[in-house]
């Protein structure tokens, strides 16, 4: 490529900008170590002002899976993470997809060719994996062993016309050291000659990682990298191959890795990897994002709840952390807790009505059941576990009625439900009030403790010990025909006689 080809590329190079990117790979579904650097990248550029670049990173073309980048799309929308530029909103330094820059890939790597710092590469996998053998002999760590960079430029010149197969691999200098400085790990030094001249274009003129990365970094103007620190072990190669050609290198910021425990990753089998996961098993997404925020960052101060406005105010990267972030379920249960209580009574019954629909078949008030479960659970997928007794009374032992708290046993129920029977079937107007008022006589006529009539009242109608509301609102839910025939139902299995 002449120098014009450059320039013109080059040209369109944003100035000025504090530019952050996330740049993910679409092999699947939004893993949450991705979503907290995307979230990480998205705080920093708007804490200054600046832009968020997405950019598809697919030149892996084995793992791409289709509809993944899609799907990508759609978390960060729902996340409220905007980008200023990327495959579907446009930019001046597109194609935002790495799969579309092919062309550019290939002329930079001969660029970098002709200025000495990468060299073509003809050995085939036969000469690449004797020199493996010869290395596991040996017991010395596997490189290559740069033959190839000794190549004359006659002999370059005739395997090029001979049509030989070829890779362009970077030339690293092999004295001295290569240095650079990150903001969480602050000043690195690696020894050039523990860096193998690693492959940057592959045979089929795509781009690998290392230099496909570097390449859209530059050309689309990123002045601060947020990635994961399992990348710090990368950036010297990173780093050279800006000198070689010749750029000033971006800030860089790695961020912790989240780990399940001490030893272990999140994972897909453990169903604790990525983002659909969580919300599948009902959490918010503002509560995912606030807890991933928290995982490797701390904002200072005893708050933990944030929105993302409020994230982005507080955001500051002295605030991260060296140390791997454990995932905690039991604060993401209180956190996602703490929206759903947050949430008006709109909100709530938005969210919880499906929850409660995918239990109960029959009719059945919502709203109601919506309001008495909105402090009571702390997932949403807790709902149906919580509403299953509506649609049926569920099978139950008789020593449920057991409760020594409330001095309650299956021999007190039976003497107490019929009477219990007995004044809600002369009741007409059937509301809280009313229910409670006659109830509470009762309780007061048979000269008991409340728990000791609403107890049996809550096992006989619905089979459980824990519920939506006490007694008196599952007596609302079911209606009072229902409530009738479930207590007439429980009566007759304790044996007792019906006062009705």
Same mark, same amino acid.
């Given at each position: ?22 740049? +993910? ?139 030989? +197969? ?83 290198? +971006? ?47 701390? +904002? ?201």
């Amino acid at each position: 490529m002449d120098s014009g080809y450059f320039e013109s590329i080059e040209s369109k190079i944003p100035r000025g900008e504090f530019r952050t990117r996330f740049a +993910p790979s679409p092999t699947g579904f939004m893993h949450l170590g991705g979503l907290r650097t995307a979230l990480y990248a998205y705080l920093l550029a708007k804490k200054e002002g600046g832009k968020l670049i997405l950019r598809i990173e697919d030149t892996d073309r084995e793992r791409r899976v289709e509809g993944a980048a899609e799907l990508i799309y759609e978390t960060l929308a729902a996340c409220g993470i905007a980008y200023e530029e990327g495959p579907n909103v446009g930019g001046p330094v597109g194609p935002y997809v790495q799969s579309e820059r092919r062309e550019i890939y290939g002329a930079y790597a001969r660029r970098l060719v002709e200025n000495g710092h990468a060299y073509y590469c003809f050995c085939d996998k036969e000469v690449l994996d004797e020199q493996r053998l010869i290395h596991e002999a040996s017991r010395v760590p596997h490189r290559y062993d740069r033959r190839c960079a000794a190549l004359s430029e006659a002999e370059i010149a005739e395997k090029i016309a001979a049509k030989t +197969p070829f890779v362009i691999r970077q030339k690293v200098e092999q004295n001295g050291k290569t240095v650079f400085n990150d903001a969480v790990y602050g000043r690195i030094e690696v020894e050039n000659s523990t860096l193998e001249d690693q492959v940057i274009l592959k045979s089929d003129g795509m781009p690998t990682y290392n230099f496909a990365n570097v390449v859209d970094d530059r050309l689309m103007g990123v002045t601060h990298i947020i990635r994961g620190n399992e990348f710090l072990s990368s950036t010297p190669k990173h780093v050279l191959l800006y000198e070689g050609f010749g750029w000033d290198t +971006p800030k860089y910021i790695h961020v912790p890795q989240i780990m399940r425990n001490a030893t272990k990753k999140l994972s897909k089998r453990d169903g604790d990897a990525y983002f659909g996961d969580f919300i599948a098993k009902g959490y918010l997404k503002e509560a995912i994002l606030n807890y991933i925020a928290l995982l490797g960052w701390s +904002p200072g101060g005893e708050e933990e709840k944030f929105s993302l406005a409020e994230l982005t105010d507080a955001f500051n990267i002295e605030g991260i952390s060296k140390s791997p972030a454990i995932f905690d379920y039991q604060k993401l249960n209180w956190l996602n807790g703490a929206y759903l209580r947050a949430m008006s009574d709109e909100e709530y019954h938005a969210a919880a009505s499906p929850h409660i629909k995918q239990t109960v078949r029959g009719d059945c008030d919502t709203r109601y059941v919506a309001s008495l479960l909105q402090g009571r659970v702390e997932l949403l997928s807790e709902i149906p576990a919580q509403v299953d007794f509506i649609d049926a009374v569920l099978p139950h032992e008789l020593d449920l009625y057991e409760n020594k708290k409330m001095k309650t046993d299956a021999a007190g129920a039976k003497k107490v439900l019929p009477e219990v029977l007995a004044v809600l079937g002369e009741i007409s107007a059937w509301d809280k009030d009313t229910i409670h008022g006659e109830i509470s006589g009762l309780v007061a006529r048979l000269g008991l403790k409340n728990g000791q009539v609403l107890w049996p009242m809550r096992v006989a109608l619905s089979g459980k010990t824990f519920t939506p509301g006490g007694s008196i609102e599952i007596c609302l839910i079911l209606g009072k025909n229902e409530t009738l025939a479930r207590l007439a139902a429980a009566i007759e299995r304790l044996g007792a006689p019906s006062a009705q």
